[in-house]
């Protein structure tokens, strides 16, 4: 299938349908909220989490799998928490034709799984600290509009469960965690976002505070929540008994976080960069960096492109590059530009006739679409600096229209002008939870309601007299406000 029905900035939600299913990423499924995650997706999620186990292995978190299963008691365990999200979750009520005794549940999220175990296992300061990821599908029965990647009933994660014997230690990792996403978004995903804390209304309830990266779709003016890093403090530790006996041998409660990104963080990148031909990868989560495509011509000698053609991707792929090239005959050139740009691939290579005489290649480039000729023996260097170019260019170009979307507003009457502009909002907040319901309560309609997405960790100036633009008491501290997924 080539070329796009529908254009980014016309309709985006069919937009982004035709594009993860174009570029082969997806394919879509006879049950509502899920998706087949074809190879082209999986090597992004694959190449995403070659980084962040190297580096949570850093940290000293060992590979733990747990059950998928979970009793209805246990899930109960701390109904607080989760009365608000019983509706999503799913059930296992039958084997073949018999009931089961009881329900169980299939895990939304692995804390109620875990924890007894921590308690078993953590004895004394010496079983201290303990650090446990695993990787895992989980799966939530959504009813909002499923979105492939954004929203679904099962995606892919990891999620971190930490135990330590002070809150220090607990802090830091939490910190820790949340620089590991920003860079997986921007240094992988090349798609910009701001690391704050979460309102207490907007938090893990089961948690003492709730840190997170948060980036922003300017299509559509959502903000979206790229992942998240909580400190549990020791909430879990007295509903699960999670104590330990300290060198001076008294028995303390643990300090607990618990951290996660899912598959959703290819969602956005695909909403990020991609354009109407297709998907724009960023060459460090790029599949195929380098195409290489030979442009046979009539009497031309073909066995001799071809030649060149393979000996580029095999020079390429010798330099630590993912290089591949399509021979396919029944396949035009024009064809094959069409199905590659539609893919993402950063770079292509085209070496026809004239490029085999003047020892050269085409390279043409994803994100802008130059086209630089370059000679054959300097295919390499030339070839890394195009890439490392284009991935700081996707950034870059991602956070100028992030950048362009944000409005500082001082009043409410700025603040629904901006939040109907499809606007990033930042606004000065006495944070105050009751003026975060009002908001919601206020601006609540067909698109959703605005919503506090983060209180960033750089803050703006705050001058003396400052009010809150919802309340007017004093403000406290500048949030990020909008609309969201
Ligand atoms: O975000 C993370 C990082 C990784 C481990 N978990 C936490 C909290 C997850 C919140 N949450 C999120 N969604 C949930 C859905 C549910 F159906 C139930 Cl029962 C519970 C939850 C729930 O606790
Ligand atoms: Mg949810």
New binding site residues.
């Given amino acids: 299938k080539l070329g796009m029905a529908y254009k980014k900035d016309d309709n985006f939600g069919e937009w982004y349908s035709e594009v993860v299913v174009n570029s082969e990423m997806i394919e879509y499924y006879d049950i509502s909220g899920c998706y087949i995650l074809r190879p082209w997706a999986m090597e992004i999620w694959e190449l995403l989490k070659e980084f962040f186990d190297a580096e949570i292995k850093k940290l000293k978190l060992k590979p733990y799998y747990f059950p998928l299963f979970v009793t209805e008691n246990v899930?109960q365990k701390e109904k607080d928490?989760?009365e608000?999200?019983?509706?999503?979750?799913?059930w296992v009520t039958k084997s073949g034709k018999s009931d089961l005794e009881a329900p169980i549940?299939i895990r939304?999220?692995?804390?109620?799984v875990m924890y007894p175990y921590f308690s078993k296992w953590i004895r004394s300061h010496r079983d201290l600290p303990l650090r446990c990821n695993q990787w895992c599908n989980?799966v939530?029965?959504e009813f909002s509009n499923p979105t492939p990647f954004i929203r679904s009933r099962e995606f892919l994660?990891?999620?971190?469960?930490t135990a330590f014997a002070t809150k220090e230690e607990a802090d830091e990792e939490v910190l820790q965690i949340l620089e590991l996403y920003r860079r997986i978004y921007e240094e992988f995903l090349a798609v910009p976002v701001s690391k704050g804390r979460k309102s207490e209304m907007e938090k893990?309830?089961?948690?003492l505070y709730?840190t997170s990266v948060e980036a922003f779709i300017p299509n559509t003016g959502r903000g979206i929540q790229g992942a998240?890093?909580?400190c549990l403090g020791q909430n879990f530790a007295k509903m699960f008994d999670i104590t330990f006996e300290n060198e001076k041998g008294a028995r303390e409660m643990v300090w607990q976080n618990?951290?996660?990104y899912t598959t959703r963080s290819i969602g956005v990148m695909v909403m990020a960069h991609g354009d109407d031909k297709g998907l724009v990868l960023p060459p460090r989560v790029a599949p195929i960096q380098v195409i290489v495509i030979p442009v046979p011509y009539k009497d031309a000698d073909t066995t001799a492109i071809k030649e060149a053609c393979e000996s580029a991707v095999y020079t390429l792929n010798e330099s630590g590059f993912r290089a591949d090239l399509d021979t396919r005959e029944n396949y035009s050139p024009g064809w094959k530009y069409s199905h590659w740009e539609m893919k993402g691939v950063p770079l292509r290579i085209e070496i026809g006739p004239k490029d085999l005489a003047n020892q050269q290649v085409r390279v043409v480039r994803r994100d802008n679409g130059a086209k630089v000729d370059i000679p054959a023996a300097n295919l390499v260097e030339e070839v890394k600096a195009l890439l490392d170019e284009i991935q700081a260019n996707l950034l870059k170009t991602a956070k100028e229209k992030r950048d362009a979307c944000i409005e500082v507003i001082h009043t409410w009457d700025e603040f629904t002008t901006a939040l109907n502009n499809k606007r990033l909002i930042l606004a000065p907040w006495c944070d105050e939870e009751e003026v975060e319901k009002d908001v919601k309560a206020r601006t609540k309609g067909d698109l959703g309601a605005a919503k506090t997405l983060c209180t960033p960790f750089d803050q703006p100036e705050l001058p003396e007299g400052t009010l809150c633009f919802a309340s007017g008491k004093p403000a406290k501290k500048w949030s990020f406000w909008g609309r969201s997924y």
């Avoid at 893990?204 to 948690?207: D, E, I, K």
């Fill in positions: 899930l928490h989760i608000g999200f019983a509706p999503e979750v799913a549940a939304p999220t692995s804390e109620t989980v939530r029965w994660w990891q999620e971190g469960h893990f309830a089961g948690g709730t998240t890093s909580h618990s951290w996660a």
